[in-house]
């Protein structure tokens, strides 16, 4: 029998359209494959991330002493489109679709398999899902399929339609993030294995409450609400302005912090804004350091939502999660909801909706929200007592430290071993076990 | 194949390399190689030391992949040509069909080709083909005007009326023309593996016999190169049958003569041939339904016009380049099984690579379509007007707007 996966005898190699740079950072998923390559790494094991990378960075750069390894692929395609990693993305998918499997064969796979590790490789997101069958007929054409473990992950259900289940199936084994999504898959006729995302240890290091006090004092208003996330109805934009305005209806005095990206739908959440009744500002600070940031806010004392229009760091975002009142993080549909994760991280009452939120437990460690009734969020805030609200903060905090990416991991790995064990051929597993070397033609 | 999306704004080198599957080109010239130029070469080097006098032609297109892919073939072919016995022909640089799209850019094109030729083999050809030996009323005079002392034609019957192929010819005091005798070419270009032929097997005294014995001062016989080893494989005794071809003629005092020695021979006894307005060739039938018979190679034929004029307007002479590798007759060759059956679609059938088929059939006219309408798109950027690139830096402060967080 195999022993169980381990840094000694296994290698990891990640296939993912985004990753850590800033060019290749579009949501959730580059901050997942940052994290979830540098966690294994930093647990030991050798790590490869294949994605498309900034094209003024090197092609091919290592981290950790080594263990990490970062490939900016398709940059010859990417130096055409500055605009980001979707940006040319059709022109990008062709490249990485054919240039990516011949690689990890010869380059990565080849040396691996004959230094009798195992391999397992990881592709993320539709982008990928004709990637890994590609891999996988190069590795069968090799006679080294046997002692690879594919596995393909959905973070959310975009391009679904686009995905040739059947063939993607058939080579890899399917994961997803969340029990809402494995149900949803359900509907494909697929099961896919929950292997829920991760936060970073550092998230929990950020010494935020001293400044969260100070912020909440400079914020001002009864109700300090903060929101982040793309402009997308699936965030539920229109509920949290909503909220709003009935605190305002009310004669209260909301001061609501919002986060957008460059999405169009921004111009439609405004203008409910302002039919509201809402009083919408801009931030726009010379830098994001805190105190400039709060000087710009007490100069919009009058507003009732704050607009900010520059990139908010991780650590001042903690901040603001743990300053705020209540962070909406109230999506409509959310594959996992990695922000309602970090929120709490932070020790922040959060408004998580009812879908991929595994996590959240109703009135316990979140506000978990069963409508799109804004009555459902103004009613729960208004409700909330002190020792309520320390209460949930506390237990927000404990839930995030389950989910960082060293315990994921191990989740990950655990359910690596059960695959390994299922899937892989009872003469790989001794031979890897072993140390015998593996022939291949 | 799946056609490659290129890059809005792609340079000329990332065009090309979305343009042409050169992993794929590579590996099918090696097979060829392999099976055919690396043995048929050797075979005729050895037959010109014993008397074969032969001519003949390189495309640019197949002496720029020989160079790249394979520089010794080149090499081998480069000593064979050095031969005596051995004249080198002129073909169309692209095999390509330019002469449909801008005839002046032809005569260029076949000019600039002779030099080259002289630049690499030593030898300045004064004879030419063209493209699948595509002739017609206005290709002779253009190959007239670019100079040319003598060029072919498919002697098919629709060709010559009443004349037989077997004489030296010209028209109007253009080039002499020499028929290829396409019956007895034929014999062994098309039907010397054929099983069903009433002539199978073909023997070297017999095809010796039929040569000598033909009417007239000549017989021109022309083949494809991949006649010898890929078209009929060695096992089909392709190799033994023309060495012992040539051993059998030489044994009934036949000769063997080069193209521009005919003409000096048998000049003043040429005789008049008026060439067709519908060009001829030596595929198919013989006419221009081969290659443009199907409404998906018209299509393609329209696409290659675009593609070709699009180029012009961006006074990049890299660019027409690339538009005239995609005017070969190739790319309508292996299209000509559309909606077809028989002997000839299973000919061009044999000329799609093996790796398209996965599209299916429909897949595979669509995307090659996809090429031409994406060459055609990225020239976009390369016509002359005034743009500004855009680059990672200029775009930093979007790309800040673009992440949430």
Redesign the interface.
């Known amino acids: 029998m195999l022993n169980d996966i381990k840094p000694e005898n296994a290698v990891f190699v990640l296939v993912s359209f985004e990753g850590p740079d800033r060019y290749s950072l579009a949501g959730g998923l580059g901050v997942r494959m940052s994290e979830l390559s540098r966690s294994l790494a930093e647990t030991g094991y050798e790590t490869h991330l294949i994605f498309v990378g900034d094209p003024s960075l090197p092609g091919k750069t290592t981290e950790l002493g080594g263990k990490l390894t970062l490939y900016r692929w398709s940059q010859w395609v990417s130096q055409y489109y500055p605009g980001g990693v979707y940006d040319g993305e059709n022109e990008k998918l062709y490249d990485f679709d054919e240039s990516v499997p011949g690689f990890v064969v010869e380059q990565i796979v080849w040396p691996a398999i004959a230094g009798n590790k195992l391999v397992v490789i990881m592709g993320e997101d539709w982008h990928t899902a004709n990637t890994l069958p590609n891999i996988s007929d190069i590795l069968y054409q090799r006679g080294m399929r046997d002692n690879v473990l594919m596995l393909w992950n959905a973070n959310n259900p975009m391009g679904f339609e686009k995905i040739n289940w059947g063939r993607l199936g058939y080579v890899s084994t399917i994961t997803t993030v969340s029990r809402f999504m494995k149900h949803y898959m359900w509907s494909l006729g697929i099961n896919p294995l929950v292997i829920p995302n991760g936060i970073p240890q550092r998230l929990f290091s950020y010494q935020t409450e001293n400044k969260a006090d100070m912020v909440r004092e400079r914020i001002g208003g009864d109700y300090f609400m903060f929101k982040i996330g793309r402009w997308d109805p699936d965030k539920r934009w229109n509920m949290a302005i909503e909220a709003a305005a009935q605190l305002k209806s009310m004669g209260l005095k909301p001061r609501m912090l919002i986060r957008g990206g460059a999405e169009p739908y921004e111009g439609e959440v405004l203008h409910n804004a302002n039919r509201l009744g809402l009083n919408v500002a801009e931030v726009r600070p010379a830098d994001n350091k805190l105190e400039n940031i709060l000087d710009v806010i007490d100069s919009v004392s009058e507003a009732d939502v704050l607009n900010l229009k520059f990139f908010v760091p991780d650590d001042l975002l903690a901040i603001f999660y743990r300053a705020a009142d209540a962070v909406l993080a109230n999506s409509g549909m959310e594959p996992f909801g990695l922000v309602g994760l970090e929120a709490m991280a932070a020790g922040a009452v959060v408004f998580t909706g009812s879908t991929g939120e595994d996590y959240a437990q109703p009135f316990k460690n979140a506000l978990v929200l069963e409508t799109d009734n804004p009555a459902e969020i103004t009613s729960y805030l208004r409700s909330l007592d002190v020792g309520q609200i320390k209460k949930i903060r506390e237990n927000a905090r404990w839930t995030a430290a389950e989910f960082t990416w060293d315990k994921v991991n191990e989740i990950f790995l655990t359910r690596l071993n059960f695959l390994a064990y299922t899937s892989l051929p009872s003469e790989v597993l001794a031979k890897t076990n072993e140390g015998v070397r593996i022939n291949y033609v | 194949m799946?056609a490659?999306?290129?890059?809005?704004?792609?340079n000329v080198n990332?065009i090309a390399?979305c343009l042409f599957d050169e992993k794929m080109n590579e590996k099918y010239f090696h097979k060829v190689a392999r099976t055919c130029y690396y043995p048929a070469v050797d075979m005729f080097q050895s037959l010109v030391d014993r008397g074969l006098r032969l001519s003949i032609g390189f495309s640019y297109s197949f002496l720029r992949q020989a160079q790249i892919y394979d520089a010794s073939l080149l090499k081998k072919f480069q000593q064979l040509v050095s031969h005596p016995n051995v004249e080198l022909v002129g073909v169309e640089p692209y095999h390509s069909f330019l002469f449909y799209l801008d005839v002046n850019a032809f005569i260029k094109n076949m000019q600039d080709m002779v030099s080259f030729m002289e630049y690499l083999f030593g030898k300045r050809p004064v004879v030419t083909d063209t493209t699948e030996m595509f002739q017609s009323n206005e290709i002779y005079f253009a190959l007239a005007k670019a100079g040319f002392k003598g060029t072919l034609v498919d002697g098919r019957p629709w060709v010559m009326g009443w004349r037989q192929p077997s004489y030296l010819y010209k028209y109007d005091g253009g080039p002499y023309i020499f028929p290829r005798h396409y019956q007895l070419s034929d014999d062994v270009g098309y039907r010397f593996s054929n099983k069903h032929w009433s002539g199978y097997p073909l023997f070297a005294d017999t095809y010796a016999d039929w040569l000598t014995s033909a009417e007239g001062d000549f017989v021109f016989l022309g083949w494809d190169f991949e006649t010898f080893g890929e078209h009929h494989r060695r096992e089909m005794g392709i190799f033994e049958f023309t060495k012992g071809m040539v051993e059998e003629v030489q044994k009934r005092r036949g000769e063997f003569i080069l193209p521009s020695e005919a003409i000096e021979k048998f000049a003043n006894g040429s005789h008049t041939l008026p060439l067709s307005q519908h060009p001829s060739t030596w595929a198919g039938e013989g006419s221009t339904e081969f290659f443009l018979g199907n409404s998906v190679q018209q299509s393609i034929f329209r696409l290659m016009h675009h593609a070709y004029h699009k180029a012009l307007l961006t006074n990049n002479i890299e660019l027409v380049e690339l538009a005239m590798w995609l005017l070969q007759s190739d790319n309508l060759h292996l299209v000509q099984w559309f909606g077809k059956h028989g002997n000839e679609a299973e000919v061009s059938a044999y000329f799609t690579p093996s790796e398209w088929w996965r599209l299916t059939p429909s897949g595979i006219v669509w995307e090659m379509q996809q090429v031409y309408k994406n060459f055609i798109q990225a020239m976009d950027a390369h016509i002359p007007f005034i743009r500004q690139q855009?680059?990672?830096?200029?775009?930093q402060p979007?790309?800040?707007?673009?992440?949430?967080?």
């Open positions: 799946p490659q999306p290129i890059p809005k704004g792609a990332d390399q855009q680059t990672v830096a200029s775009y979007a790309l800040d707007d673009l992440l949430y967080r």
